[in-house]
């Protein structure tokens, strides 16, 4: 089950999260509620290593580009 990151059209808050099976509807942001959200290209760690801290945290990108 992969995890994906997103990123809210309504408040910029970037989040990531796990989907289970066959699920496609959008999932609710993680600070504002909203599923206007836009799955994010995200890369693949492979090298066993941590990427960075997942900590359930919503990081807004105010540079995104949507209003």
Excluded: H, W
Excluded at 19 to 27: E, H, I, Q
């Amino acid at each position: 089950m992969p995890i994906y990151e997103y990123q809210c059209k309504k408040c910029n808050c970037v989040f990531e999260t796990l989907v289970l099976g066959k699920d496609n509807r959008a999932p609710a942001c993680d600070n504002c509620g909203s599923r206007q959200v836009v799955r994010k290209m995200s890369f693949v760690n492979t090298s066993g290593g941590s990427a960075k801290n997942i900590s359930g945290q919503c990081s807004p990108k105010p540079s995104s580009g949507f209003s």
